[in-house]
């Protein structure tokens, strides 16, 4: 075995690295030796191996450190003469650009910075729009009677979303029911109004807390899994493959699991609600308060105005918890980390999207007189 070994030969500003001996593992010069030995006039770089003997990875790795090095000193590296396996290695530890930090992080430009988050937003507005203009279009499409949606991935949809989420939302929804009604004993006993629970939780979970706490269980069971299941298609090209074959994929993906969410959530709704009251009669019943009080309290204190009110935001909330996941699906880069902020992504901006609509709709409930 011949000790590894290189040369730097300049020639009018173009240097020619000459790679002697065998480059293997243990015996190679580290990359920071092959940095420091590039002249301080050198404006390009060539390999040449017609000397280099027997190799291994630890020879790309090096070169790579080298590469790295020259191209942030606007160096430019020509590995032509590299063996052919030599060159495949390079190309694949370079096929991905490393994680660099921005522009504005780099300088500490605070103005810099705020341009970027401004554009940044604006971009995904952009996107949301676009996104949900296609959707739009598709679900007119559905409505005629176009679109390329089948109604077996639909029921699909449904009974992912819906039967097999019942266990989890009725153990959130009695928790929360049980909750409400321990919050207002502490007032309502003082007062000696223990059978006012009834109308505290009733109202609480008719009005608010069955449709917000199902969707925020929705948000990131099924918003979530939409994204991850989108994002992966996007990954494997299926998502492509349908462009080229002319099928939308806002119709044949997208619109299923937006109309199953939509068509589940007012039923889920329901459900929540009436697992919460049953929970707030569970603690009722600990406050001398009867099963029979409590039913008669809550038919007095609930109308349908206020069950209507509850389904209709557990229907927007579904439209913006099918939105967030499926255009973070869509929207996901080509690896397997993409994929995870994706999903991500997307329980986030739903939750967003639901806090926002829930205060914009007790807004408008206030205004109206609901």
């Known amino acids: 075995m011949t000790h590894a070994d290189f040369q730097f030969k300049n020639q009018n500003n173009r240097c020619e690295l000459h790679l002697c001996g065998d480059w293997q593992l243990g015996e190679v010069p580290a990359g920071e030796a092959l940095c420091e030995a590039v002249p301080a006039d050198c404006k390009a770089i060539a390999l040449v191996t017609e000397q280099l003997g027997r190799w291994d990875s630890s020879l790309a790795i090096a070169l790579l450190q080298l590469a790295r090095w020259a191209d942030a000193h606007q160096i430019s590296i020509d590995t032509s003469g590299a063996p052919q396996g030599l060159q495949q290695l390079l190309n694949l530890a370079t096929s991905i650009p ?14 810099v910075a705020l341009h970027d988050v401004v554009n940044n937003q604006w971009q995904s507005l952009r996107d949301t729009l676009i996104f949900t203009g296609d959707t739009c279009v598709a679900l007119g499409q559905w409505l005629r009677g176009k679109a390329k949606t089948r109604s077996s991935d639909i029921a699909f949809f449904i009974d992912q979303a819906g039967p097999k989420a019942l266990a989890i939302v009725a153990l959130i929804s009695l928790l929360v029911g049980m909750i409400l009604a321990y919050l207002g004993s502490v007032q309502l006993r003082q007062l000696g109004a223990q059978v006012y629970v009834a109308d505290l ?33 996007h990954v494997n090209d299926e998502i492509d493959a349908l462009r080229v074959m002319g099928i939308s994929a806002v119709e044949f993906l997208v619109l299923p699991r937006f109309l199953a969410l939509v068509f589940i959530m007012p039923l889920l709704c329901i459900y929540s609600d009436l697992i919460g ?18 039913i008669l309290q809550t038919r007095d204190a609930v109308d349908w105005l206020d069950i209507t009110s509850g389904l209709i935001k557990s229907i927007f909330f579904g439209v913006l918890i099918a939105m967030a996941g499926c255009q973070a699906g869509l929207n996901c880069g080509r690896d397997s ?34």
């Open 201 to 233: 939780v009733a109202l609480g979970m008719v009005r608010e807390m069955g449709a917000l706490m199902t969707a925020v269980i929705m948000a990131g069971r099924t918003g979530a899994a939409y994204a991850a299941q989108l994002g992966t298609m």
């Open 277 to 294: 009251i049953a929970g707030g009669a569970i603690v009722a019943s600990s406050m001398d308060v009867s099963l029979q009080q409590y």
């Open 98 to 111: 490393a994680y660099k930090t921005s522009e504005a992080a780099a300088s500490g430009g605070f103005m």
């Open 337 to 370: 980390n993409a994929v995870g902020m994706a999903a991500t992504n997307a329980v986030v901006k739903a939750i967003v999207y639901l806090v926002v609509a829930d205060a914009a709709f007790n807004i408008l409930y206030d205004k109206v007189g609901i």
